[in-house]
């Protein structure tokens, strides 16, 4: 089974190592896949792994994250009303059926 390039990164963490390892075609070919692998962000845009760093320091990361927090948050404000509202209900029930009881 073939090492992940992140494994061969952590032999390569020595000084002037890398140059040696990258002159290697196949590990430069690994690498430069890796790199160009495209992840999530958690702002929900497909980034390359590469520029990751770089985007969650732009302004679409920052708008995009501001809007999900805000989408979040009304999100638990509905929440919350909705859960009020059916505990109201729920009590008025109780309170009809105790006194069907009597």
Same mark, same amino acid.
């Given at each position: ?30 690498? !430069?896949?890796?790199? &160009?692998? +495209? @992840?999530?962000?958690?702002?929900? *845009?497909?980034? =390359?792994?590469?520029? /990751? ?17 805000? !989408?979040?948050?009304? &999100?638990? +404000? @509905?929440?919350?009303?909705?859960? *009020?509202?059916? =505990?109201?209900?729920? /009590? ?11």
């Amino acid at each position: 089974m073939d090492k992940s390039p992140s494994e061969d990164m952590k032999k390569v963490s020595q000084k002037g190592v890398f140059k040696k390892y990258y002159a290697d075609p196949k590990f430069r070919e690994k690498h !430069l896949a890796y790199m &160009k692998t +495209k @992840i999530p962000c958690e702002c929900e *845009k497909m980034v =390359t792994r590469v520029n /990751l760093n770089r985007h969650k320091k732009s302004h679409i990361h920052k708008d995009r994250m501001k809007k999900l927090n805000q !989408l979040e948050q009304d &999100k638990m +404000k @509905i929440y919350s009303s909705n859960i *009020k509202e059916l =505990t109201e209900k729920i /009590l008025k029930l109780l309170k009809e059926k105790e006194n069907e009881l009597k």
